[in-house]
């Protein structure tokens, strides 16, 4: 991921959690109106998309790493 979308990331992670914190002593959950509830909806969206490249970067860093290793031991079995 590149700056800028980590920057997005922090950005929707602290909405939520502020708007979180805002309304953990309200009773009647229906306060929320369009724009919160429009803003929740983004923020999960782009919070669910950099974790899923995350994900998927990590998978290729672990096959990376796996045929590194093959190959490091095969270049150790021909230089032996």
Same mark, same amino acid.
């Given at each position: 991921m590149d700056m800028f979308q980590r920057q997005e990331y922090d950005a929707w992670f602290e909405y939520l959690a502020k708007l979180a914190i805002d309304r953990k002593d309200t009773e009647d959950i229906a306060e929320l109106d369009k724009a919160d509830i429009s803003n929740i909806l983004k923020a999960v969206s782009t919070?669910? %998309?950099?974790?899923?490249? %995350?994900?998927?970067e990590n998978l290729i860093l672990k096959k990376q790493k796996v045929l590194l290793k093959q190959e490091l031991t095969k270049t150790k079995i021909k230089v032996l």
């Open positions: 919070i669910g %998309l950099y974790v899923n490249a %995350l994900e998927k």
